[in-house]
């Protein structure tokens, strides 16, 4: 079975904190997801990685940086956490094949205050 | 840009069938996915459709795809309670990008 894991399932950072949050998983796949869900407005991808070292912008990427230092591993970095930031964030992994889906961790509920 | 439609809620009682729809905007999409959300998860694939495809039937779960008119539907035949959850309708475009409707909350009465 395929295994994305996050580092928290909860967490709560003051306004200013620098924020780290963790994804890893354990099939191998190249490609590498960041979303934050929203209560009515689904899920919205934030920063995606197609392999190591490789980064690119999602729909909102504004207030979020990324680092993929080693393949299976996959960091969503708050620099200067805002109130507005307060989501949930949800990692997903895919492997670089066609016909194949996105796999999703079990999502980090973070709290800005 | 592209867009993909859901309605917010849906209420059916248990044993009756449940239909989401969905609408999106990407012609050019060659996947649409189905995703089930329980409370305090994560995202669980349930179905996809290949967009060469207009019907898809998996156990309980039917999908049926109107190209021509950019419309995707999930029936849920014989709903259960454990049936209640958020469902998000995806299209997945030419760089492997998944694009989310909002949520069909589902709930299923007793």
């Known amino acids: 079975d395929v295994k994305v894991t996050q580092s928290s399932r909860y967490l709560v950072k003051r306004t200013g904190e620098k924020v780290f949050l963790e994804c890893v998983q354990d099939?191998?796949?190249?490609?590498m997801f960041w979303y934050r869900q929203d209560p009515g407005l689904g899920l919205r991808l934030i920063y995606f990685s197609y392999d190591v070292k490789m980064k690119e912008k999602g729909d909102i990427p504004e207030g979020y940086s990324v680092s993929r230092e080693k393949k299976e591993r996959f960091s969503l970095i708050l620099e200067s956490a805002s109130t507005n930031q307060t989501s949930m964030y949800l990692c997903?992994?895919?492997?670089?094949?066609?016909?194949?889906?996105?796999?999703f961790g079990p999502g980090t509920r973070l709290l800005v205050l | 840009g592209e867009d993909v439609e859901q309605s917010l809620f849906l209420s059916v009682r248990e044993g009756d069938s449940s239909v989401i729809n969905c609408t999106y905007t990407d012609s050019s999409s060659t996947y649409l996915y189905w995703y089930k959300q329980e409370p305090g998860a994560g995202l669980q694939l349930l179905t996809y459709i290949f967009s060469n495809m207009d019907m898809k039937q998996d156990q309980r779960l039917t999908v049926l795809l109107n190209k021509k008119d950019k419309h995707l539907s999930l029936r849920i035949a014989d709903t259960q309670t454990g049936d209640s959850a958020i469902y998000f309708c995806?299209?997945?475009?030419?760089?492997?990008?998944?694009?989310f409707g909002s949520g069909t909350r589902l709930l299923v009465r007793p």
């Open positions: 997903a992994s895919r492997p670089g094949l066609a016909q194949e889906t996105q796999y």
């Open positions: 995806a299209e997945e475009d030419s760089s492997y990008k998944l694009i």
């Open positions: 099939m191998d796949h190249e490609n």
